[in-house]
Structure formats: C-alpha cells, structure tokens
C-alpha cells in the first residue's frame, strides 16, 4: 500500500498549492483525455444502481476545509458545489453564484446566489452560508491549510440580503474565482459548521449529488444520492438529480489489490492505477481506461546547489548525463509513461521542444565533466573523490514511495555509479524526510509539481520561493536552492504580459536558462490514471482540481 | 524403581525434525551444510555467480525462471538468484548482530536481577515484564519511528524489541541455576560467591544461549524481513532479502519470483537455523546426561 | 485460615496492579520514544512538509495538543488524561483516539481471533492422530517446523497471489464479509500453529510416557480416547502458555497483514500513526496492545489452571 | 466373581525383545507361570530385570518396537498371542486389573479419583452413568476409604498417599477382575502405609483375585505370595514356592537380594555410651514458612540435637515430618527462625538480629561435607567426574599437583574404576553417582558428615554395598554422622543413636538400641510395626 499512495499524495498536494500561484495566468486545458477502446457502448443512461469506486489514500477529514489534502476534495467532489465553475480551457462559469462583480480597487466582489439551492441537511443555501463557509476556512482553529495558501486575503463577507454576499479582501486577488472553482472552499451547511471541527470531519453536509451517509475509517465511505439536486455545475453532461444511488468509497492502499479487486469485479472504477497493472488493463476487455497526463513541472529529482557537489554546474551536468531515464521508464513502467526531458512536461503550455534532449543519458560526457571538475581520483570500487572526500549524492526516499519510482531511482543509482557517483537512497518515514527537506539536507529531492501553466517555472526556480512558505518552517518550494536575478526577470516579465508570442519567447528563455542550469533530473509527466469496468460510463475528470465527477457515471447492468 | 529399559527406549529428542530413525541424521546434516553455503556466500558471493547482483539490465526486466536467470529478473532487470545469494550478507549480518545484541541484553538484565539481590529481582522481573508486554514486532516499529530506517537502526530496532522474550528465558535459567543443587553443593563446599557464580552459575546459565542464538538468527531474519517490508530496511541498492521481498510486494501479480526466492531464502534459513538448534541443544544435552 | 475467595482476590489484585504499572511503563516508554523522535510534530499535525499553514494556525496546533508547554509538564497531562482513560486526540485521524480504537479494534480483534483459531485447529489437528504414527508422525512433524518458519506476510502474499489473483477463490482486499477473513487468518494463523504444534507435539508425546496413560489403556480404553481424554489435557499446558505470546505475535504480523490484504485495523493504523508521528495515536494503540496482552496472559492463566487444576493450589 | 470363563492365566517361555538402533534388546527371556484366582505369584528384580516389561506384555501393552513370543500365552480358552486390539481392550481392566506405582501419577493427576474410577466402568459400558456414581462409592468402601463421597471429588494430589493407592486400586477392580497385576504398588510410600496396602491386598486374596505382584522388594512380597519368581537382567533365576526361596534360595542373585535387605542385617552393635565430645549442637530449631494455603505454619518447631564425635545420629520420619530442613539448618545453607546450631565449639548458625555471616562459616564449611538423595543434581552437569573430585580437593586445600593422586586412591577408596574420571555423571549408573558423592564428601577429610536418605533411590543390592562403603568410611576416618532415613532397616544398621521426627518435632531420642526395641512413643511403636510387618516373614541371618 506504500507504494502507488504516495505518489498521489505527493502529486495531489502539489497541485493544491500550484493552482493558486497560477491564477493570473489563463488556464489551459488539460491535456485531452485519452479514452481506450473496450468501453461498452449502452443505449444511455440508467438510473439506480451502486458504484464501488477504490482509491489508494483515506482522507483524513471528510470536511475538505481542514487540512486541505487531495483525497479529501477526490470524495468531497461528489456531495459539495462550489460557488464557481471551472471548465476544460479554464474558463470560470456560474455555479451556485450565478453572476459576481469586483469592485475598482480589486478588493471587494459581489456574488449574486441561487435561491434554489438546499443543503442536504434542510438548511437553505443563502448569502449568510456564504459568510459562514469562508470564516470557517480563515479560522485557525479549523487547521486549514488552505487558509494560508489560498485566501489569506480575505478579510470578511457582508450579508447584503439573503441572496447577496459581499467578500472583502485585503488586497487585489486576480486568481480568487479559481480558488473558489476549488472543491477545497465548497460551500457546507452553516448548521453543520457549528459542530465541532472533528465532528463535522466526520460527517460534513453540502449541498452536491451526493450526501455522505457513513464513513467506516480504513475501509469506505458511503455516499447516497441527494434526490432534490437540481444544481448540477454547466460542465456537466446531465441536469438533475445523479444517476447513481449509491457510490460506496473504497480505501484500498495496496496498488495490486485494487487492480485485482477491479478484475474480479469487486469494484468499478479504480483511481492510481499502477503502471505495472496497465497492460493487464488494456490487454483485458471488461476495462476501460481514463488517462489525462497533466502540465507543470514533472516528476523530478531537483539538485541541492546549497551544498557540495551540486554548488558545481560541470558535476550537475554529469550527474543529469549518468541517468538512464528512458531505460527505467521501459522497464519499471513498462514504456507506458512518456518521456518528459525538459522543465516542463509536454501538455504544458509554451512548452518548448527544445529543451526536451537538453539532459540526455551521456556517461562519457559525465565522465569528463566530472574530470574536469577534479573529480578525478577513484575510491577502490570506483567511487570518485575529490580532496579525500568521495562523489557522494544523498536522496531521502519517503518509506511511502512507490516501488516504480523507487525502482526508477535505483536504476539512476546504477547508471550514475558507473560515471563514479555514489548515490545513497536513505529511505525513512515521511514525516523525517519532510523534516529533512525544510533543512536543506539533501543532494536531490524527489518531486514533482502540476499546474496548468509555465507559470510553474517560478514557483519551483524563482528566488521568491527559497524561503519557507511560513514563519515556522514548511518546505521551501524552490528545492534547487537557484537564485539568478537574469531568469527572475524572465519570469516576472512574462506574468505581466498578454501577448502570447511575446510570452512564448520569454518562457522558452526561461526553460533554456533552467536547463542549461542543469537543476533537476526530469523524468516523466504526472498523470491521472484511471481502471473502470466496462459498464461504467461518464466517469468525468473535474478540470478545476482534475478530480474524478461522478455526477455524470451511470452503470449499465 | 520400575524397568529402566522402555523409558529409555521411548526416550526421544523433543521436537525433532526427521522423526524416521534412518533420516535422523539427514535434516541436521543439510541444515548444517545449508549453513555452511550460505556463510560461503555471504563471506565470497562471487564463489556462487559471476553475475553483478547491482547491474541492471532495463531490457530484461520482469523475465521468469528460466536456465539463464533460475530466479528470474527484477524490476531493473537485475538477476534475483545473484542477488539472493548476495543478500545473504546483509541477512545473515542482520541476524546474527540483532540476536547478538538481543542476547547481550538479555544476559546483562538476567545476570544483574538473578545475582543482584531482591530488589535487583524485583526490578529486572518488573522491567521484563513491562517491554514484555509490548509485543516485540510493536516494540520494533515503535523504535524505527525514532531511529530511522537503515540497517543499524533495524539491528537495534529488532534486537531491543526481542530482548524482552529472550530476558525472561535466560533469567529464568540464571534463577534456575542459582538454586540448582550443584551450587549448594559448592557452597557447602565453602567456595566463595564470586567462584560459584564464575565456575558454575555463568557457564550453566548461558549454555541454552548458543542453541537460542543458534535458532535466533533466523528469527531475527523473520522479523527484519517484517519491519524491511514495511518499508524500513537497507538502503537501496543493497541486497538484503526483506528489502527485495518488500520491493516484490507490489509486482506480485505480475513477477511472483520476485517475492517467492527471497522469501524462500529467508524460510529456509530459519529452518536451517531451527535444526541447527536443536541438533545441538541434543548434543550438549547428550553430553552432560 | 484466610478464605479462599480472600486469596483468589488478593491474587488478583496484585496482578491487576502489577499489570496497571506495567501499563505505567509501556506509557512512558511510548512518550520517551515519540519525544526522541525526530521532527516537528506540529508540522506531523498539519500534515506534514507541505503545509501552507499561517503562522496563527500552527500556534493554535501548538496549543491544541498541549506542544507548547514544557516536557515534564506534557509528561504530567499525558499521564494524568490517561488515568482518567483519556488518550487524546489523533493529529491524524481528527478523531478522539479513543473512537478510533473502537472503529478499528474490532476487525483487527476478529482476524486475531481467526487466525488463532486457525493456528490451534491445525496444532491439534497436526498433531493430537499424528503423534507417535509411523509414518504421519514425522511427516507432520516436518510440516509443523517448515510452518513455524513462514514469515507471515510472505504466506500471506503467496496466499494472495495463488488464491485471490491467480484462482480467484477469495476477495482479494477488504474488511467484508468471511471469505474476506480466510486468506488473512491462515496467513497469520498457520505459523503461529505451526509453533504450537511443535510444542504440543513434544509435550504429547511426553505426556503418552504418563503412568497415567498406562493405567488408562490397562484399563481397556481405546486409542482414540486415551489421546483425546487424557494425553491431550497433559500436552496442552506449553501451548496455552504459549499463546499469550502468540496473541502478541499476531497483532505485530497483523500490521503486514493488514496492508497487504488492505483491511482495516490496528496494525495499519499503528504503521500509519508511527510513519506520521501521530503520538496521541501511537500511544493509544500501543497502550490497547498492551493491555490487549496483558489481558491475554490472564486468560492464559485461568486456562492453565482450569485444565491443570493443582496450580491453582500451588500458585494462589 | 464375574461368571467368566476360566480365568487361569498361563505364561509359558514368554520372551520379549525391542528394537533399537543398535540391534534389539532382550528385556525378558522365557519367563513361565500361571497364575489362578486366589493365588499370588511375585516377580522380583532390580531395575532392569524386565518385571515391569512382563506386567504389560501380559495385558498387550508391551509398548513401541516391542516384540513378545511365547510357547503359550493365554487367559482361560483365549490365546492371547496376536491378539486384535479390540479383543485385548476386551481383557484389559474386565478380566485383568493393572495397579502401578505411585498413584499422583498412575491416577490422571488433573482429574477427581471418582471419574477415574467411574472411567473403568464406562469404557466397559458398565450400567448407567447414575449406577456408575453409586458403584463408585461402594468401590471407595470396598478399598477401604472413609467418607467416599468427598474423597471421590478429590484429585489425587489432594489425598494422601494411602488414600490414592487405594484409589487406584478400586479403579482397578472396579470390573471386578479375576487377576490383578500390581507393578510396585507401594514403592516411596511411608512403610506404615505400605503395611496397610498389604493387607488391602491380602484382603483382596482372600476374595478370590488372583494377584501377579511386582516388586524390587522380597521382604514386600514375602508376605503375600505363594510363587516366587526372581529376575536377574531379564533372565529366571530362582522360581519356586514362596516358603521355600525365603528359607532357602539356591541362586545365589537370590541371596544377595535377601542379605541386601538392611532389616535382615544385624543391627549396629551397641556402641559404648556417648562419650566424646560434642560436634555438633542444634538448639530450638524453628522454621515457619506460609504453605500454599496461605496459613503460616511451622515447618519444624523446637529441634535440639547433639552430636558427638565419631558418632552417628539416625533421624527418622515419614515424608514431610521435616527431616530435610533439619539437615539443612544444620549444614548452613538455610537460615532458621529460631534456634542457634554451633559446630566444632564455635557458633555455626544463628537465628534473629545476629545471624553468622557466611563468610565466618565458610572457612570451616569443608570440616562438614553432604551427600545428598539425589547426587546427580548436585554435580555441575558439564563436569568430569575428575572435576568434582578436584573441586573438592581445592576446596580443602589440596595443592593442584596432588590432585590425580589423591583422586585415584578416592576412586579406590569408594571402589570405582579409575576410568570413571574421565566421564561426566550424566553417563554413570545411580549407585556410582552415589560413590562419587560420597569420595567428593570424603575428599575435604570432614568430621562430619550429613546424609540425607543417601540410599533411598537406589537398588537394594546397591544400597547394601553403599551403605557397606558409608560404615567402612566412617569407621577408617573417624567420621561423624547425621543419617537422615525413613528407613528403619537402614537407621538400624546404621545409627548408633536415634531421633524420631514427626510433623517437625522430636518425639523421641535415644540410643538406637533403646528406640528401636523400646520404642515408648506410639508414633515410633506403629513405625516399627510397619516395618516389621513388611519383612517379618524373613529370618534374619545372623
């Protein structure tokens, strides 16, 4: 179960706090989801039914505004709207705001509501649930993540009448509308908000599809359908109450059970799907698959250049030159996952093609970089050193990580032995190695980061993110530790302008300079993979957070 | 006072493996020679395979059994039987340091609560009973959390863990011993405390030791097997058995030798381990009655 | 004369109080080893690393869970809130430790007590018609040592493999249901009756060199009966005292088992609650086992004295 | 009597062997007799002799790799050679009966006497579980026990010895049996109560059973039988009517089992008033240790005892009379509640606020030596022999060089071949274990030497020669002894003064002459009873 969940854990938590940093720029669409062959074509759909859906991590608060992780908005999805919608090209749309205004200086914004709306609770959907949603999100004592990284600017919301809210800001917040798009500032009911925080965790009441009916820990949630919902968001493909009777919300950590438990038809849909089940999947004709690689910066390893060896570009350059990533890809993920060469994975926009060989495996460049770099004299078993002090490479592995990934870095760990690094994989418990992470302690950092835009450049290379997001530690975002005044320039420059050409040429200098720094080893693009069987249909990925939507799923039996 | 003879004749080794009378000597002959090959292999590997338990080979990831692979491949294409028999290194290192360590424990805490006096007794008992009370798998993870994951930490972790079971039974012994009628006789004989408890408490005390750590080594394989597969074993890429056998857990569908082979190593190393133990519990029972 | 009843409650209060001390212990070993541990907990509460927390809201963790006060200060709260059987709070569960015991105790208890069922269903079946056989005898005498050696979670992913991937006769993941329990109880199940088996064996083919045996079958009772009536009652005491730890041993292989099967329990929880340094929890669950342990060593106890009734002369 | 056939048992040549890894054994070798109802035929022999062998070959229960041949085996018209199992089940407990030794353990220890008994009525399908209730209490009667209906819900640890001997017994006869075989039936029973089973036995005769009795004892079976048959090493030796081998036995085995028995042995000669000086001195000796019911009561209570030099003093008393923590306040090895014990004139034990520290005992604890019931537990079981010899001689402060001199002239002293050194005592036999014991005690030249049931566990032949050897010792050296027995016959020979114990109290002391033949208390007059009954049959050879 250590395996596939972290990998997810780690990706859904990147891209919470990706999004949020992106919104000044327009969101593009996420890279076209790939259906395969072997879905059963049904006459339409069906009402009724139940649906088993497995997923590889529990959420550890059915109430998505405490904590903030990506498992809690994968289930809150299916029983909480959001005031706005998000579509596949980014486009902001009502949902259970039908129009909004923002003020001249930016900082206050008019929402205009539904009044049809209903929690499932009874409670009425109006401008004072609006008030009560986002005060519960900025009070501390909720322990909300999200609070800090998404409205920290919010100040306070007027009641106008029953059906207009005014949020006050403390400054301009050009990306709010997507931060509200987000499933990790749906609208609960104001009444079940007054419970405690840990009791409200356990059973939240929204006003979505579904409604949570129980939640047995370690093993499912159950969800039924809310048969007065009349609200769906505009990207959905029907109106009206869900198809679905039930969803029942499967915790299955262990990424070969769950494929297994798909083929032996105990559950429907399953999400993570791990690369070595994908050829059994496509090979079998009761599945279906749902792939959607995703933009941003892909998984990774990023280079230390805080500390020796890496503070050197020539040994950076040669330990980018030992990997064999493609080798690793054809075989621990059996040729399934792209290559993704460059900073930037493929499906993101301004991705330039250029940088995609600028790393490419070449052991007998390393080795002469690594010569010049006066690495010169070898330890017995081949180890280089320099001074007495040998070429070593520290990698803090989380216990959590998947074993393809894992795998992924043992292959580095050979290939680059054979150019005279010691890589030294030290696994340890997540909490350790996020410990050591906000310390700097580490030669390379395992990662990765997705948003929908170049703008991702800056989060993970630009000299505003060497710090740690909080004044009592967190992780630094800019993992390399690279500071160059030349790409910050590049950077900021290309927020401020509109015009794509002139966008395109900035953000192609800016992958080259960071290629050209040789600050990460990039492997291949997140992506969202999903198992279904044949008799699930319309199964949808939410563009907002790129989480699965089962308002639309029905079951043919 | 009845007849001697069928007693003696029924008299059997306790738990003994090959029960048939002509296999007597076959199951401790293998062990021992099973024994012998797996410190060969881990004292030179390269005695055993000329294949680089490290050198991946992407191109022939996953391959089944077969003659040039008789474990087949892993995920980085490595060859699973050279790597088992690399492995032996690190297991059997693992195994003989945590039951070592565990022992040593064990010896300090009987020796200072069986010769310390009352309270020295009392406490030892107390403090037995309470890391006792944590079973030693839990007590294990319970110390990874704080030592780290690593070789060393799981050493400590598993011979710490385990030093409580193996606390009781050497105090015991010691206890044992301490009443036993010969040490009255040599106190009668006006020998000296510190003479009785060299010459006859220590040795007599100790003497089920060898055959425990004898059998411990593979159970101190099993349960760094058990804290490896979660996750907290040697560094890659180091080949120890619970590593790789954690390592196979999430391709067992598709590459079950992955996890079958070192698995196996791993089982009959503790069986080997078991007889071991008890042929030679049998040999020094048989030389002193 | 002092009353027996007397004597039987003096007994056991001087257990029940040794074993409140020994859970004393087990407490302050668990908070000794979380506070060594390294790591900011805060950043464990918040979910680690990544955290965007504010500032306010880290303080208000802190706060929360008692952080911010000195060690022997934490030391005392801890110690008293666990007297008036108050575990706390779970960082990462957002549930009272206690309800997350009461949700995932229950089918770590069932499989526990699965799995010992299994394993003493094989001991007496392995060895009460196979003792002294000619042939049986040594066959399941090998089969018994070759089950004590199986790592539980090898068995368990072989089991897996064979029976729910590769046949398709039991689910393969799940808390539902028995046929979910099978796979996860032999996993557990045989090596710990592989180790009673080898104790019981030896103890039963002791116990057949009994006078008392003899006098039996002098008597004109037959085969069967002398094993079931007299020698096993003899061969029983080593594996009951046995199965204390055991029950032990089970819950330590309970948490590979669990996640390789994927079913909910303690065992997962505890590995989950140790990786995320979730001390309230930690705490909890060892606590739970302990006294879990404990617990059984008592049954163990009564069990010896019910089937060997002059203990209870000897040791009250 | 049960109206079944004929039920004369008839043994001709019988012979049994086992299979070992080194080839077979032969545990009897044709062994003939017949044995009818009201008749008793006794098998004697030392361990070894293959008594016990025959007693189970007889009902079928000769054990694993056992192999019996007979020219006739068979029990009225039924052969019992290969017979099928089901047709012995038939014979064993209905038509023979079988008593064992010591009943703690030949009764399940873990169940109530009553359904042991109750259990040899049902395996024969025997009435009703009611009717099997009621025979059970008649059986209790029947044997002689008192208030049945408590006794048949006690365990057999929670009666005494008596009391369980006659248990079993009744769960021998209670199908009402024609032949009864008892195997050692009253061996490490208190000779009072091995009186009494006699006469049960007797009792039982008289009724018509026919009785195959077992027995390393010929005084025991003197008594009863009216056929002897002596077993040397599985082999006859002497068989005949019981008059006639107690008389005269030809054999001489047969003779040296007789003259082993130390009651036929005359009596120490009177030893001339105690004169020497006082060796040893115990005063008000108390020990009180709470049982296991949870009272508090005394072990032994006011033990005052004087030795003299050269002298030895016999304490006897029936098991738990508090003999052994006697014996071991005076050796030093446990501490008493009251009382002082002082050795050579010098304080040597002491009770209360000012006990001797050991460390002012242990220079002279080698002027005390100890041998014990059971020497193999107390040498170091990973020792030579050679090394407990030199211990010893460490001990006394012996210097090293002479160490393999001086132990072979101790082996030769207590007749042991030298080649004996070289072994540990895990691999000697019972009786040379003892002779080590006793050159180990003898090694530290003591003055006194403590003897605690020293012969007890061994063999009558062998307990003749170690006792031959203790006198032989104690004269040459000059030795003085504190000889603990339940033994009349070995006080007797023996002592040359007595003191009689009985629930942690002296009752009597005296001269052995004076309380051997004078006894003035009850409790010392029914122990001489007892044991004159048990060999009264037997002429003393003078």
Request: charged letters at 20%; glycine letters at 8%.
């Amino acid at each position: 179960m250590v395996s596939a969940f972290f990998v997810w854990s780690l990706r859904r938590k990147m891209t919470r706090r990706a999004v949020p940093l992106a919104m000044a720029m327009s969101l593009l669409s996420v890279a076209g989801c790939r259906q395969h062959k072997n879905h059963k074509e049904a006459t339409g759909p069906v009402s009724g039914g139940t649906l088993v859906y497995a997923t590889d991590r529990e959420p550890v608060c059915l109430d998505p505004h405490v904590h903030g992780d990506m498992p809690q908005v994968f289930v809150a999805e299916q029983f909480l709207d959001s005031l706005v919608a998000m579509d596949k090209g980014g486009k902001i749309l009502p949902w259970l705001a039908t129009d909004w205004t923002v003020s001249e200086d930016g900082r206050a914004w008019t929402f205009h509501l539904r009044r049809d709306v209903a929690f499932t609770d009874g409670t009425a959907f109006n401008a004072a649930a609006v008030r009560a949603n986002l005060d519960h999100i900025a009070n501390p004592h909720t322990l909300s993540s999200t609070a800090g990284g998404y409205i920290k600017q919010y100040v306070k919301t007027d009641v106008i009448d029953d059906y207009t809210a005014v949020v006050h800001l403390d400054r301009p917040y050009a990306a709010f509308l997507e931060v509200l798009a987000q499933g990790f500032l749906g609208m609960e009911s104001p009444v079940a908000l007054l419970r405690p925080r840990d009791e409200n965790c356990q059973s939240p009441v929204g006003s979505g599809p579904f409604r949570v009916v129980h939640w047995d820990r370690q093993n499912e949630i159950v969800l039924e359908r809310n048969p007065a919902y009349r609200w769906g968001p505009p990207t959905a493909r029907h109106t009206g109450a869900a198809w679905l009777d039930r969803i029942v919300w499967r915790i299955i950590p262990e990424a070969s059970v769950r494929f297994a438990s798909l083929q032996a038809g105990e559950v429907d849909v399953i999400d993570s799907l791990p690369p070595e089940a994908e050829t059994p999947a496509q090979h079998n004709p009761d599945l279906w698959l749902l792939k959607a690689d995703l933009p941003g910066n892909p998984t990774n390893g990023t280079l230390n250049l805080r500390r020796e060896p890496f503070g050197d570009i020539r040994v950076r350059e040669a330990f980018v030159r030992s990997a064999d990533i493609p080798g690793a890809l054809s075989s621990v993920f059996f040729g399934h996952y792209r290559r993704a060469g460059g900073p930037l994975s493929p499906s993101t926009p301004f991705y330039s093609p250029e940088t995609e060989h600028h790393g490419d495996y070449d052991p007998d460049r390393a080795r002469l970089l690594l010569d010049e770099a006066g690495w010169t004299a070898r330890t017995a078993d081949g180890i280089r050193v320099r001074n007495g002090v040998p070429l070593q490479v520290h990698i803090p592995m989380r216990s959590s990580l998947s074993a393809s990934i894992r795998t992924l870095w043992e292959q580095v760990q050979a290939t680059a032995r054979a150019t005279g690094f010691d890589v030294i994989l030290e696994n340890a418990d997540d909490t350790t190695v996020n410990d050591r992470e906000s310390r700097w302690d580490y030669d390379v950092r395992v990662g990765y980061w997705n948003t929908n835009t170049a703008d991702v450049l800056r989060i993970v290379f630009s000299s505003a993110f060497l710090g740690p997001p909080g004044p009592q530690g967190g992780i630094h975002q800019n993992a390399a530790g690279y500071s160059d005044p030349g790409f910050d320039r590049i950077i900021n420059a290309a927020l401020l302008t509109t015009d794509p050409e002139e966008r395109q040429k900035l953000y192609t200098q800016a992958q080259e300079i960071v290629a050209a720094a040789f600050l990460q080893i990039t492997t291949y693009p997140q992506s969202t993979r999903m198992a279904l069987s044949g008799a699930v249909h319309d199964v949808r990925i939410e563009p907002s957070l790129n989480v699965t939507s089962l308002y639309d799923a029905w079951i043919a039996r | 006072m009845t007849d001697m003879i069928l007693p003696a004749l029924r008299r059997r080794v306790p738990g003994f493996i090959m029960p048939v009378l002509t296999l007597r000597h076959v199951g401790p002959l293998l062990a021992a020679f099973y024994l012998l090959l797996l410190v060969a292999a881990a004292i030179a590997p390269t005695l055993f395979t000329h294949i680089d338990p490290m050198a991946i080979e992407p191109r022939d990831a996953f391959q089944g059994p077969s003659l040039s692979h008789p474990f087949g491949t892993d995920q980085s294409g490595r060859d699973v039987l050279a790597r088992v028999i690399h492995g032996a290194r690190q297991s059997l290192l693992l195994g003989i340091s945590a039951i070592t360590l565990a022992l040593s424990f064990a010896t300090v805490l009987a020796l200072v609560g069986g010769l310390g006096g009352r309270l020295a007794e009392k406490s030892v008992r107390w403090l037995l009973d309470v890391m006792f009370s944590i079973p030693s798998l839990v007590l294990a993870l319970l110390f990874t959390a704080t030592l780290g994951s690593g070789i060393v930490p799981l050493i400590v972790a598993i011979g710490v863990g385990s030093a409580a079971g193996y606390g009781r039974i050497v105090f015991g012994q010691v206890l044992a011993v301490r009443r036993a009628g010969y040490v009255e006789a040599a106190r009668a004989l006006g020998h000296a405390p510190a003479g009785i408890i060299v010459r006859h408490i220590l040795p007599n005390a100790f003497r089920p030791l060898i055959v425990m750590g004898t059998m411990g080594i593979g159970q101190m394989i099993v349960w760094s097997a058990s804290l490896s597969f979660l996750g907290l074993g040697a560094r890659p890429p180091a080949a120890e058995w619970g590593t790789m056998l954690s390592m196979g857990r999430d391709f067992v569908a598709e590459a079950w030798w992955m996890t079958f082979f070192p698995g196996l190593a791993i089982v009959v190393t503790m069986l080997a381990t078991t007889i071991a133990g008890r042929s030679l519990q049998r040999l020094i029972e048989g030389r002193v009655s | 004369m002092i009353p027996f009843f007397l004597r039987v409650a003096h007994a056991f209060l001087a257990k029940a109080l040794n074993a409140f001390t020994v859970l004393f212990a087990a407490a302050t070993l668990c908070f000794v080893v979380l506070q060594l541990t390294p790591g900011d907990p805060v950043l464990a509460i918040l979910g680690g690393g990544s955290v965007n927390a504010t500032p306010e809201t880290l303080a208000v963790a802190r706060h929360e869970y008692g952080l911010d006060r000195p060690l022997p200060v934490q030391y005392g709260l801890y110690l008293t809130r666990l007297a008036q059987g108050q575990f706390g709070n779970s960082f990462s569960q957002h549930m009272p430790v206690v309800d997350v015991l009461r949700s995932q105790a229950p089918p770590t208890l069932e499989l526990m007590a699965a799995a010992f069922i299994v394993a003493w269903l094989f001991a007496l079946l392995s060895t009460v018609p196979t003792v002294r056989r000619r042939w049986f005898g040594p066959v399941a005498s090998s089969l018994e040592t070759i089950s004590a050696g199986l790592p539980p979670f090898w068995l368990g992913l072989l089991l897996l493999w064979a029976f729910s991937f590769e046949f398709g006769l039991f689910p393969p993941a799940g808390t539902r249901g028995v046929l979910s329990i099978v796979l996860p109880a032999l996993a557990l199940g045989i090596p710990l009756g592989g180790f009673l088996a080898q104790v019981t064996r030896e103890s039963f083919d002791l116990a057949l060199d009994e006078p008392c045996v003899l006098t039996a079958r002098a008597r004109g009772m037959d085969e069967r009966a002398v094993r079931l009536r007299h020698v096993l009652r003899h061969a029983l005491l080593p594996g009951v005292d046995l199965s204390a730890w055991g029950i032990g041993a089970l819950v330590g292989n309970a948490v590979a088992i669990e996640m390789i099967f994927s079913r909910k329990g303690i065992g997962r929880e505890l590995f989950l609650a140790v990786s995320g340094h979730d001390m309230p929890l930690v705490a909890g669950i060892i606590l739970f086992i302990a006294a879990i342990y404990i617990i059984a060593g008592f049954l163990a106890d009564l069990l010896r004295r019910l089937i060997d009734p002059r203990l209870k002369a000897l040791h009250s | 009597m049960s109206a079944l056939p004929d039920p004369v048992l008839h043994v001709e040549d019988l012979s049994v062997s086992f299979a070992t890894p080194r080839g077979h054994t032969v545990a009897v070798q044709n062994l003939s007799f017949t044995l009818k109802p009201g008749q008793v035929v006794a098998l004697v022999g030392e361990s070894g002799s293959g008594k016990s062998v025959t007693a189970r070959s007889i009902i079928g229960l000769t054990g694993a790799g056992g192999h019996v041949s007979a020219r006739r085996l068979s029990l009225g018209d039924d052969d019992l050679r290969d017979l099928p199992e089901r047709r012995w089940r038939d014979i064993r407990g209905r038509r023979i009966g079988m008593v064992l030794q010591d009943a703690l353990v030949a009764l399940d220890p873990l169940r109530p006497v009553g359904r042991e008994i109750a259990e040899s009525l049902a395996v024969h399908r025997r009435g009703t579980a009611k009717e099997r209730t009621r025979k059970v209490l008649e059986l209790l009667e029947q044997v002689g026990i008192r208030e049945p209906d408590l006794r048949a819900r006690q365990r057999p640890d929670e009666l005494s010895g008596g009391l369980r001997q006659r248990a079993l017994i009744a769960s021998a006869i209670a199908m009402s049996p024609s032949l009864l075989i008892a195997d050692e039936p009253t061996t490490a029973l208190d000779p009072t109560v091995q009186a009494q089973i006699l006469d049960l036995f007797s009792s039982l005769r008289d009724r018509g059973t026919g009785l195959l009795l077992i027995s390393h004892d010929l005084g025991f079976v003197a008594k009863l039988a009216d056929e002897i048959i002596v077993l040397e090493h599985g082999k006859v030796v002497e068989q005949g009517p019981a008059a006639r081998i107690l008389t005269a036995p030809k054999h001489p085995y047969t003779i040296t089992l007789l003259e082993a028995d130390p009651s036929r042995h005359p009596a120490r000669p009177v030893a001339p008033e105690p004169t020497g000086d006082s060796l040893l001195e115990a005063r008000d000796l108390s020990f009180i240790r709470k049982g296991p019911d949870g009272v508090i009561r005394p072990i032994i209570s006011d033990v005052t005892l004087t030795l003299r030099r050269g002298r030895t003093l016999g304490l006897i008393g029936e098991s738990g009379s508090g003999k052994t923590t006697t014996s071991r306040i005076i050796a030093g090895l446990l501490q008493p509640d009251t009382g002082t014990v002082s050795f050579r004139g010098e304080p040597w034990v002491a009770a209360g606020a000012q006990p001797v520290p050991e460390r002012m005992r242990r220079p002279r604890r080698r002027f005390m030596a100890l041998i014990y019931q059971d020497p193999l537990s107390s040498f170091d079981p990973r020792w030579t022999v050679f090394d407990i010899l030199s211990d010893a001689l460490s001990a006394a402060g012996e210097p090293k060089a002479n160490h393999t001199d001086r132990i072979g002239e101790l082996l030769e002293r207590v007749r042991l071949p030298c080649s004996i050194a070289r072994r540990r005592p895990g691999g000697i036999s019972g009786g040379q274990r003892q002779r080590v014991a006793i050159a180990r005690a003898v090694a530290v030249k003591p003055d006194l030497l403590i003897c605690d049931e020293p012969v007890s566990a061994l063999d009558v032949s062998v307990q003749a020669q170690v006792l031959d050897l203790l006198e032989e010792l104690q004269r040459d050296f000059g030795l003085a002894c504190l000889f603990i027995s339940h033994d009349m016959g070995v006080i007797r020979r023996m002592c040359d003064d007595v003191v009689v114990m009985q629930e942690g109290r002296i009752i009597e002391v005296g001269t052995a002459a004076d309380v051997l033949i004078r006894p003035r208390h009850s409790f010392t007059q029914s122990l001489l009873t007892a044991a004159t009954k048990l060999s009264a049959s037997l002429p003393v050879v003078a």
